[in-house]
Structures are given as C-alpha cells and as structure tokens.
C-alpha cells in the first residue's frame, strides 16, 4: 500500500462565515429596472405604505396581495395580480474590481459578501388579464374619471347623453387609443366596426395559471354531430367523455301523483361500475325499512365503507328516491313505495328545528384536525376509546332524551326511543284520513305536541341536563288547545315553500292576508268616525257658548 494519497482523498473544508439576520424584502418586478426608474416601479406597486402593509409580519391574508399597475391613472386597465410568498433567500452583495495586467489585459476579481436574508418574496407569476381600452371621450369614461378625482361639479353636470343607435361604424373612423398597425388590420378584415360603447368589467378571466396544454388537443374530446330538427343543418361539437358526472337520486315534490318505480336511466346504465356488495346490503335495509335518513342509513356502514359510498355517487341513486318537499323531505325512499299513500309511513316522518347556536358555516381544516380527529389522535386511541366512538357514531340519529348525539335536531320519529315521545308517536288519535303536505298523517295539534316536547328535551341536553316529564306536562297544559297558526310576514310563493317546516297552504295564506287587510281597514274607518265625532261635539259646545 502506497503512503502517497492521491489528489481524490484531499479533503478541503469550506469556510464559515457569519450570517447577517438583517431582513430585506425582495420584489420579483415583471419588467426592467433602472437606478433612476426605482420610485416609478415603487409607485406602480401602490406605493411605500402599500409594500410596508404587505410585507407585514402579521399582514392579513387580503393585505398580503399586491397589483401591479402598468397604467396608472387608467380606472379601465386590469392589473396584474401579485402574491407574498415565504422565502429562504441570501442577499449577496458582490463587487468586481479590475486589475489591470502589465501586458495591458484587464483582470477582473470578484468578491461577495452576505449582507442579509430575505424571508418575504413577492412574486408576480399569474396571468395578466385581457385588456380593452373604451372612448375616453365618452361621457361614461368622463363619469369615471371624475368619481376618481373627486370632481363633484363634474360629476353633478353629468347627463345621461341622447341615445344615437349607431353601433356600428365605419373602420374609417379610429379611436385614438387604437394603435395604427391594428387599424389597419381591421380595415383588411372588414369594412365596420362595432360601437356598442361597451365598458369591460372589473375581471375577464379567472384563470391566473396557465394550462399546460403543449398545443394539443384533450385526448377525451372526440367529435360528435348534432343535427337540428329545424333547419336540418349539421353542426359538429367536440365533446370531453372523460369529464365527471353528477348523479343525484330521483327527486319528486309531495304535490306529484306518482312515485319514481325505478332508478333513472343514465344511472341504470351504470349499475355495472358499482360495488355490488355494499348496493345489495343497502337494498336489503331499504327493504327492512322503507324510508331512511342518510345520517341513519351512513351509521350502518363501517368508515371504510361510508366513504366508498360517498366516491361511488351512484349507490344512493339506485337504491331510493327522495321528496323535495313534505313531511319525508330529504329522506331515501324505496322505489315503488308512497308513504302518502300508507299511514304506517308516519313513523318515517321527520321533525327537524333550527339550533341558533349551532355554527351554520363549517369549521376549517385546521380547526377540525384541532378536534382530535387527526390520524396521531386515532393512533394515540386504546382500541376501548376507539370502540366507543365508533358505537356513539353509530347512535347518533337516535334520540332517547337522555344523551346527546349531535348539536343538530333532525329526526324521523321512528329513531326518537324516549318513552314520553315514543307515547305520543305510536298514539293513534288524532290521526288524519288523508295524508298532509305539513303534518302527514299527524293532526296539526297532535304533531305541535311532539315538537314541544321533542324541542323542550333536545335543548335541555344542549344546556347540561336532562329534562322531566313534569317539565313536558306543564308546557304542553300551557300550550292552548287548538292553537291557531301564526301567519308569516313573508310572502309565500306556491312551490317554493315547505309546508313541512310551517308554512301555510298558499289559499290558507291568501285568507290570512285577507283577513288581516279587512281588520287593518275597519280599525281605520273607525279612527275617522272617532276623528269626525270628535270635531262635531267640539263646534257644538263652541256654538252654545
């Protein structure tokens, strides 16, 4: 073995210097820029205070936008929209010094330095959108200009000016912001041009990204011909096979005579793409029980199998159909079965009410990793919390008065298991003949009385504890018997109300409004008797006296 090491095993560190921890905001500026036309590309950002609010460290996310104003001064021009990205960036500061060679060759040397890190870049990488330049000239334009200075006298001077219908123009007429080279494009192309006096609007296009497309054409677009029955003409469209498609179960309203008998047709052709298992275990529930609520009909399946579900977007269409309206609103229903028409269907109806103090809008992403539902919370679970949570999971479309499932009140009366109200539910008084679009097959005093106490009993639990049958009792002996219904304020439209939620039939409406004008103009005819009386018995005195 040789002593010698070769020039491989020379090993040569590299030299440590300090890094400087004073912050420099860089702007990746879409343009070129000199020393002298620095406070010209400053001004076109919005200026100093504008890079300050956006370069801030706790700058909102609205604030941390910037725009590059390529025209400043032009309200018509759409800017280019630019974002604040963090950066792990050096600034070097390099200098060059020349050494001139005593046989006459310039010798450059180069040293760097760094003067400090950039932790803050903004970054211009959207698109920039389309632009179109309107008549300064116009009275509009001129409206514009003035909002924008302040000029009250122009802007209080403004008329709207005499419709003249000349929309299109001769191409001898130029505007003077259109560029000659164009101008004369046009004329080649045709003799007019359009002067619809046409003003853009604040954003063409959505796209910021660009596609990359590489020039060619969607291999899932093929070419199709359509034919109009008209005219007979043949036209050609190109249309992508390979884009998604939606598919909802069968939707019919209470009013519609006949129940869907099947599933539709651009979903029957699909039924070979589903899971047959998890379809055919549905199945059986629907026939088990006709009429389900999806969060009752979800608790059935394993997570696993819920969010197989929830991909397929076809498995819930080819096992029910659903009402838009009525007393099983929202609820999956075996095809060929009308609950309007069996009055055992009353079990299936649902009772739903607001809670105000339930969030409408959902939580973020953070916030709900936050709620302990995170992939380290399920592993940091013993396999006995795991199993409780998936039991209460389970559970969480039953009422029983006494644990609280879930901040929302949405439940068919089937899954309520609480004594007093299964009492109440299975009661077969006050019952109708014929089904109602409000109230099923429940008298409207019947199915108030168990939304009294359904209501009563979920918002206790909601405020910590669990209320009493005396509770219930005294608020149904308070409740006048054959309480009349409230008319709303609103005006109801017929076929955009849910006479499930309390709303009044559209003639039981029109009464009411009716009713309330004749009161409103008796108690005015007699405020003027009243008035008239008054003045009469007062001249009558004046004229004894």
Not at 37 to 46: E, T, Y
Not at 490 to 502: D, E, I, P, S, V
Request: charged share 30%; aromatic share 8%.
């Amino acid at each position: 073995m040789s002593d010698e090491a070769g020039p491989s095993t020379i090993r040569s560190e590299a030299p440590e210097r300090p890094l400087p921890s004073t912050p420099f905001y860089s702007i990746e500026y879409p343009g070129y820029v000199k020393p002298e036309s620095v406070p010209l590309a400053v001004s076109n950002l919005g200026g100093p205070s504008r890079l300050e609010t956006a370069f801030k460290r706790t700058a909102a996310k609205d604030e941390a936008l910037l725009e590059l104003n390529l025209r400043p001064g032009n309200p018509f021009a759409h800017p280019i929209p630019g974002d604040i990205v963090s950066t792990n960036n050096i600034l070097l500061k390099v200098v060059r010094r020349k050494h001139k060679h005593p046989d006459g060759e310039c010798i450059g040397e180069f040293t760097a330095e760094a003067v400090g890190i950039i932790p803050k870049t903004a970054r211009f990488r959207s698109m920039a959108d389309y632009q179109f330049q309107p008549d300064m000239n116009d009275p509009l334009a001129q409206l514009r200009l003035a909002m924008d200075r302040m000029d009250v006298d122009a802007i209080r001077q403004y008329s709207i000016p005499e419709e003249k219908e000349d929309y299109v123009v001769s191409t001898s007429v130029h505007p003077p912001e259109l560029d000659p080279t164009l101008a004369e494009q046009s004329e080649q192309t045709s003799g007019s041009r359009s002067n619809l006096r046409l003003f853009p609007p604040p954003l063409f296009s959505r796209q910021n990204v660009p596609q990359n497309y590489n020039f060619k054409a969607n291999p899932a677009s093929i070419v199709t011909s359509l034919i109009n029955e008209e005219t007979g003409e043949e036209r050609k469209r190109l249309i992508n096979k390979g884009r998604w498609k939606g598919h909802g179960p069968a939707t019919i309203t209470f009013s519609d005579p006949n129940v869907p008998e099947c599933p539709p047709p651009t979903v029957e052709t699909l039924r070979a793409q589903t899971n047959s298992e998890l379809l055919n275990r549905i199945l059986e529930f629907m026939n088990e029980r006709p009429v389900w609520t999806r969060a009752a009909l979800y608790n059935q399946f394993s997570p696993a199998e819920l969010r197989e579900i929830h991909n397929s977007k076809v498995i819930m269409p080819l096992a029910g159909y659903m009402f838009s309206d009525g007393p099983w609103r929202d609820a999956m229903i075996r095809f060929k079965y009308d609950p309007r028409k069996e009055i055992d269907a009353r079990r299936y109806q649902r009772i739903y009410f607001r809670n105000a103090n339930h969030p409408v809008a959902r939580a973020s992403v953070v916030a709900r990793r936050q709620e302990g539902r995170s992939a380290a919370s399920y592993i940091n679970r013993s396999i006995e919390q795991e199993e409780s949570f998936e039991a209460d999971r389970r559970k969480s479309h039953i009422f029983d008065g006494n644990t609280l499932t879930k901040e929302t009140a949405a439940f068919q009366l089937c899954d309520i298991h609480d004594p007093m109200l299964k009492e109440m539910i299975e009661d077969n008084e006050n019952l109708r003949e014929v089904c109602d679009e409000r109230d099923g097959w429940y008298s409207a005093q019947a199915l108030e009385r168990i939304k009294i106490v359904l209501r009563h009993k979920f918002f206790s639990l909601l405020q910590g504890y669990v209320a009493t049958e005396e509770e219930c009792e005294a608020l149904l002996e308070q409740d006048a018997v054959g309480k009349s219904q409230t008319t709303r304020s609103k005006r109801l439209k017929y076929g955009k109300h849910n006479m499930a939620k309390g709303a009044l039939r559209p003639e039981d409406a029109a009464a009411a409004r009716l009713q309330a004008t004749l009161d409103r103009n008796a108690k005015t005819i007699l405020a003027n008797r009243r008035e008239m009386y008054g003045s009469r018995s007062s001249q009558t005195a004046d004229s004894s006296r």
